[in-house]
């Protein structure tokens, strides 16, 4: 059974910046997705940045030039660099990957708040 573990969430100011975490645990072969999702209070989950296993990057227009998702040198691992944040920025931010052979995977969210 594989679960994600999400990590780097948190309180900061507006114009400062976070890195998430996610990693997988269990044996993993190969990851052929992996994105970072937000919820804030009342609103839908919506993807903020996904990438695939060739590398193909997308992002959602509201994050463009300020966040970046990236690959861990590790299978299981993946990193959300969030730069110049705002306060509407603030929401609970989910992993999901998928892995190959054994399906889909959701983290259990980690809570980022950003002041003004």
């Known amino acids: 059974q594989v679960q994600l573990v999400e990590s780097g969430g948190g309180l900061v100011q507006a114009g400062g910046s976070l890195r998430l975490s996610c990693v997988a645990s269990g044996t993993i072969f190969s990851l052929y997705y992996a994105g970072w999702y937000r919820q804030a209070p009342g609103k839908q989950r919506e993807l903020v940045a996904s990438i695939t296993s060739a590398g193909t990057t997308n992002y959602a227009d509201f994050v463009r030039g300020r966040f970046t998702i990236l690959r861990g040198n590790a299978t299981n691992a993946v990193y959300l660099q969030m730069n110049i944040l705002k306060p509407e920025d603030t929401a609970v931010y989910y992993c999901?990957?998928?892995?190959?052979?054994?399906?889909?995977?959701w983290g259990q969210g980690t809570q980022v708040t950003v002041s003004s």
């Open positions: 999901k990957m998928g892995i190959s052979t054994m399906g889909q995977y």
